[in-house]
């Protein structure tokens, strides 16, 4: 889940110290007090997409519906779900489901100081995660209680929740945390996952180990080097890189390895992670794909196994995204955005390499979209083949057969779609996949 948070925004968000003590399964005792979001399911009927659209979607696609959002969407469940921001100062935040027709579902109305959020699963349903907290805007009030929720992406009902939060989303996944102290103290960069099936607190699994990544039901810690993932729901260990073998074309080195996630924003897509593996001695160990002196080497790993799905070298920056219906990883920006590759999650085989400056962002339903040269372009993920390039706006996101793509702006707001805070964000309109 990429999180939509400004520093301001963490500072307001944040609750008391220890707030996440003592929670546990939906409905329990310690949420009674907490703040909650109010939920709005009348629908609403699709607004028609403009009349002066200047281009059609990838594919020729014409326009089907403009999307109410004022920020790129999350997608599961067949639904996409955004941030529509407040028209003013005393108004409510919301975070609104649309379905692929463009139906508006359901609306959830929470503080503005609580604009992160995001999807998880719930048993087996995709679910929307949102935040509310005691905060006011109008006063200045920062946040003293902050809780999360959980709501069903097709209807808006209540999953489970609300679950006391130590601060805001920071994710990836179902982590919350401050940045900074809050005004009632604490301690700075506290931290706690929560589980998926819950909401309860996930117990690390050692007391110094630090929550660093979470999708769907499997968490990652961190401590000294090590990296532990287990299953939130139960707490039992999964994998750790201890006992994991490194990744490496010519075998262990049987020297010590420490293991970190790979910071880069936009390395690890959901159950595919970026580790990056540094030998302790320093030496040389492997190949892959423009390796370093160091012998530290970036390898994408199933977040469920460990299992190796493919090394990179010393890539430390690299772009994954995902297709899991196509069992396909397609990873971007490789030696300074030259070269893409595209592997089989399931045996970790090479399906193809492009080096013609191929920088892809988008994958669904077989396709993977992005430009080349400064053109759009939409390409098979499984061969590499171009099925289709044009001017058209690149797809931001999709779900059930459906592109979501950026509206045309003028250069002013262009300028400013930073500062957007009166509810009037860059627009965005759906195509019919093609």
Same mark, same amino acid.
Request: net charge negative; hydrophobic share 35%.
């Given at each position: 889940?990429?999180?939509?948070?400004?520093a301001?925004? $963490?500072?307001?968000?944040?609750?008391a110290?220890?707030?996440?003590?003592?929670?546990?399964?939906?409905?329990?005792?310690?949420?009674?007090?907490? /703040?909650? *979001?109010?939920?709005?399911?009348?629908?609403r009927?699709?607004?028609?997409?403009?009349?002066?659209?200047?281009a059609?979607?990838?594919?020729?696609? *014409?326009?089907?519906?403009?999307?109410?959002?004022?920020?790129? @969407?999350?997608?599961?469940?067949?639904?996409?779900?955004?941030? =529509?921001? *407040? &028209?003013?100062?005393e108004a409510?935040?919301?975070?609104?489901? =649309?379905a692929?027709?463009?139906?508006?579902? #359901?609306?959830?109305?929470?503080?503005?100081?609580?604009?992160?959020?995001?999807?998880?699963?719930?048993? %087996?349903?995709?679910?929307?995660?949102?935040l509310?907290s005691?905060a006011?805007?109008?006063?200045?009030?920062?946040? +003293?209680?902050?809780s999360?929720?959980?709501?069903?992406?097709? %209807?808006?009902?209540?999953?489970w929740?609300?679950?006391?939060?130590?601060?805001?989303m920071?994710g990836?996944?179902?982590?919350?945390?401050?940045n900074?102290?809050?005004?009632?103290?604490?301690?700075?960069g506290e931290?706690v996952?929560?589980?998926?099936?819950?909401?309860?607190?996930?117990? *690390?699994?050692?007391?110094?180990?630090?929550? =660093?990544?979470?999708?769907?039901?499997?968490?990652l810690?961190?401590?000294?080097?090590?990296?532990t993932?287990?299953?939130?729901? +139960?707490?039992?260990?999964? #994998?750790?890189?201890? +006992?994991?073998?490194p990744?490496?074309?010519?075998? /262990?080195s049987g020297?010590?390895?420490?293991?970190?996630?790979?910071?880069?924003?936009s390395?690890?897509?959901?159950?595919?992670v970026?580790?990056? #593996?540094? @030998?302790?001695?320093?030496s040389?160990?492997?190949?892959g794909?423009?390796d %370093?002196?160091?012998?530290a080497?970036?390898?994408l790993?199933d977040?469920?196994?460990?299992?190796?799905?493919?090394?990179?070298?010393?890539?430390?920056e690299?772009?994954t995204i995902v297709?899991?219906?196509?069992?396909?990883?397609v990873?971007?920006?490789?030696?300074r955005?030259?070269?893409?590759?595209?592997?089989d $999650?399931?045996?970790?085989?090479r399906? #193809?390499?492009?080096?013609?400056? $191929?920088d892809?962002?988008?994958?669904?339903?077989?396709? &993977?979209y992005?430009?080349?040269a400064?053109?759009? =372009?939409?390409?098979d993920?499984?061969t590499?083949?171009t099925? &289709?390039?044009?001017?058209?706006?690149?797809?931001?996101?999709?779900e059930d057969?459906?592109?979501?793509?950026?509206? /045309?702006? @003028?250069?002013?707001?262009?300028?400013?779609v930073?500062?957007?805070?009166?509810?009037?964000?860059?627009?965005?309109? &759906?195509h019919?996949?093609?």
């Amino acid at each position: 889940m990429v999180l939509v948070v400004t520093a301001a925004v $963490l500072v307001a968000c944040g609750g008391a110290p220890g707030g996440a003590g003592g929670a546990g399964d939906r409905g329990h005792e310690s949420g009674q007090n907490l /703040p909650i *979001p109010d939920v709005s399911t009348t629908s609403r009927a699709a607004t028609p997409p403009p009349g002066d659209l200047a281009a059609p979607g990838p594919g020729d696609a *014409p326009a089907l519906w403009k999307a109410p959002f004022d920020d790129v @969407p999350r997608t599961g469940g067949g639904m996409f779900v955004g941030l =529509v921001f *407040p &028209a003013d100062d005393e108004a409510d935040l919301s975070i609104t489901g =649309v379905a692929a027709d463009g139906t508006t579902r #359901w609306a959830v109305r929470t503080n503005p100081s609580c604009v992160g959020y995001g999807l998880t699963r719930v048993a %087996d349903t995709t679910a929307a995660v949102v935040l509310a907290s005691d905060a006011d805007n109008r006063d200045g009030k920062v946040a +003293t209680r902050t809780s999360a929720n959980t709501f069903d992406v097709r %209807d808006g009902s209540r999953l489970w929740g609300p679950t006391p939060v130590p601060g805001p989303m920071v994710g990836p996944g179902l982590i919350f945390g401050k940045n900074t102290p809050s005004i009632v103290g604490g301690q700075q960069g506290e931290r706690v996952m929560l589980a998926a099936d819950s909401g309860a607190p996930v117990t *690390p699994p050692s007391g110094d180990a630090v929550p =660093v990544y979470e999708h769907h039901g499997t968490g990652l810690f961190s401590e000294d080097g090590v990296l532990t993932a287990i299953d939130t729901a +139960t707490s039992e260990v999964r #994998w750790s890189s201890a +006992t994991v073998s490194p990744p490496s074309r010519t075998g /262990p080195s049987g020297g010590k390895y420490r293991v970190e996630l790979l910071d880069a924003a936009s390395a690890s897509t959901g159950d595919v992670v970026a580790l990056r #593996w540094t @030998p302790e001695d320093g030496s040389r160990d492997g190949g892959g794909e423009g390796d %370093d002196d160091s012998g530290a080497q970036t390898a994408l790993h199933d977040l469920r196994t460990g299992a190796v799905i493919a090394t990179l070298g010393d890539q430390p920056e690299p772009r994954t995204i995902v297709d899991a219906g196509k069992g396909t990883v397609v990873v971007s920006g490789l030696d300074r955005f030259r070269t893409t590759l595209a592997f089989d $999650l399931g045996t970790g085989k090479r399906l #193809w390499r492009d080096t013609g400056s $191929l920088d892809l962002t988008l994958a669904h339903a077989g396709t &993977a979209y992005g430009t080349r040269a400064g053109r759009s =372009v939409a390409v098979d993920v499984r061969t590499g083949k171009t099925v &289709a390039d044009g001017e058209w706006a690149v797809p931001v996101a999709a779900e059930d057969g459906v592109l979501v793509a950026p509206l /045309p702006q @003028p250069q002013e707001h262009q300028a400013r779609v930073t500062e957007r805070t009166e509810g009037s964000g860059p627009g965005y309109v &759906a195509h019919e996949q093609r």
